[in-house]
């Protein structure tokens, strides 16, 4: 199981995702956690006011991940970018273990950044360090524990 809002500006008129709340998941193994995902595609599509709350990560690939940059076999989105607008996300008390080395990857679109992220209580272990993080384009706030940094 992973949680994924998306794939969101497929088309270039779309209407926009909110007011979304996931709460208290446990992901066990899976590819990703909780997800955003967005084609790289001119899109007048939106993603806000999104609530990811007491989640437990449990060896999985991608715990935290944001991808605007979604383009499935390089066809129909080469060299485009994403017009999804993502704004006003917040993580809180996700913790547990990452599979990979990077825990948080917020791959943002150059042409609408994310805006708005709150990371709060944010704890992802790799190997028994601290998960790293990959963020491009991505706008917020950190508070809380925090591992790791990322904003």
Known sequence: MHCSIGSLGKDAVESGVQ???VKAV?????QNG???????RPSSGFARNIRFQHCVMNNVDNPIIIDQNYCPR???CPRQVSGIKIS??????IHGTSA?????RLDCSPKKPCTGIRL????LKYRNKPAASACVHAGGIEAG????NCL
Request: hydrophobic share 40%; aromatic share 10%.
């Open 34 to 40: 909780v997800r955003i995902k967005s084609w790289a």
């Open 100 to 104: 990979t080395e990077v825990g948080v």
């Open 26 to 30: 446990t992901f066990t193994g899976t």
């Open 88 to 93: 006003d996300v917040l993580f809180v008390d």
């Open 19 to 21: 007011n979304v709340t």
């Open 74 to 76: 390089n066809e129909n």
């Open 120 to 123: 709060k209580d944010v704890k």
């Open 145 to 148: 524990l925090f591992q790791p």
